[in-house]
């Protein structure tokens, strides 16, 4: 929730375009960057109080579309993956009783170049 309780979104501050689910506080001590001639690679951590993994995934399979990201062919099925232009991104949830972790990784969407 953005100061003030205007309810704006949050987006991720190593990668200022990925929204945060409302009810998810980045951990940045868990954050890095590495910017290399390749490309970004950036990792990002998320929490919240127990939420269904289900109502995660279809935030960001409504939300990373309108974006610019698409739902990865390649990943046979998988829905955590997405590509936007030369990048990839990854999203992995955890739960357990006490809260929810969402992973985001960011890499070059062909890493050997």
Do not use: C
């Not at 950036?42 to 919240?48: C, D, G, K, N, R």
């Not at 995660?56 to 046979?76: I, M, N, S």
């Not at 990048?87 to 969402?102: G, Q």
């Amino acid at each position: 929730m953005a100061p003030g309780g205007t309810g704006a979104t949050i987006f991720l501050k190593n990668s200022p375009d990925i929204p945060l689910m409302p009810g998810f506080s980045e951990i940045e001590d868990e954050s890095l960057v590495f910017d290399k001639p390749g490309g970004k690679i950036a990792v990002s951590v998320a929490v919240s109080r127990p939420v269904a993994a289900g109502r995660v995934w279809d935030f960001y399979h409504e939300t990373l579309p309108q974006l610019g990201w698409v739902a990865a062919k390649e990943a046979k099925g998988a829905k955590d993956l997405y590509i936007r232009g030369e990048e990839r991104l990854r999203l992995s949830i955890e739960e357990n009783p006490r809260k929810t972790t969402l992973r985001f990784e960011i890499s070059p969407r062909n890493p050997a170049r």
